[in-house]
């Protein structure tokens, strides 16, 4: 079964700062998708950026990118110009391409971002 | 485009009681899913629908749970004889056909048990 650790409990940044949210997980496929998740406080998820695994190059939505080590099976997520509509719960999600389509989600890291 | 839309959105009930969510995926969305959330973690996957056919139903999903889509569009669940432990928010997605199709939540269902 797959799995997904976020090691960050909680994270925090200065507004217009960088930040950087990890994410390592487990699985014995070749092929599947991972995304990034924001929660804010009593508001629905919203996707923020998605990867396939088969793709080499990094994704990249405006202040959000990712760096993808397939080998080393690690997907962070970097925040360019933090806002202070940024702060939100993340969560790191796993999905196979083969088995089913459910999405295998992390524990979730707080971000909080300072003015 | 309304997006995924739960009722209720909060949902307050006594150990014991039977209590029915609903949830209304994305128009022209085949794909539904229901996941648990409770308080500082990810959501969990409960079940999942193509159409109409429940494909995939998870450990967690007791006896007690069911859920179901018919005619393919809106969905319940239901929990019968509720406990404590089942206070958590209940998270409805959906997603259109194919592989790549990414999900779209509703805003959820939070449940209370006393």
């Known amino acids: 079964a797959q799995t997904v650790t976020q090691s960050q409990p909680e994270m925090s940044v200065q507004e217009a700062e960088t930040v950087t949210l990890s994410c390592t997980y487990d699985?014995?496929?070749?092929?599947?998708?991972l995304f990034w998740y924001k929660q804010p406080p009593s508001r629905q998820m919203i996707l923020v950026i998605r990867?396939?695994?088969?793709?080499?190059q990094n994704a990249t939505e405006n202040r959000f990118s990712v760096n993808f080590q397939k080998a080393a099976k690690s997907f962070s997520l970097k925040i360019s110009d933090s806002q202070l509509g940024d702060a939100a719960m993340y969560f790191c999600a796993y999905r196979s391409m083969e088995y089913g389509n459910k999405l295998v989600f992390g524990a979730g890291t707080i971000l909080r971002v300072k003015s | 485009d309304t997006g995924v839309s739960q009722d209720p959105r909060h949902k307050i009930t006594k150990r014991g009681q039977n209590v029915t969510f609903r949830c209304d995926p994305i128009s022209e969305h085949n794909r539904l899913y229901w996941y648990r959330q409770t308080l500082g973690q990810g959501p969990e996957f409960l079940t999942y629908?193509?159409?109409?056919?429940?494909?995939?139903k998870s450990r967690l999903l007791s006896d007690r749970f069911s859920a179901e889509r018919p005619k393919g569009s809106f969905s319940t669940l239901e929990i019968q004889r509720t406990e404590q432990g089942d206070s958590a928010m209940y998270l409805c997605a959906s997603s259109p056909p194919g592989l790549a199709g990414e999900q779209y939540f509703g805003p959820g269902t939070r449940l209370t048990v006393t």
């Open positions: 699985t014995s496929e070749s092929d599947y998708y």
């Open positions: 629908f193509q159409n109409e056919a429940q494909l995939e």
């Open positions: 990867q396939e695994a088969y793709k080499q």
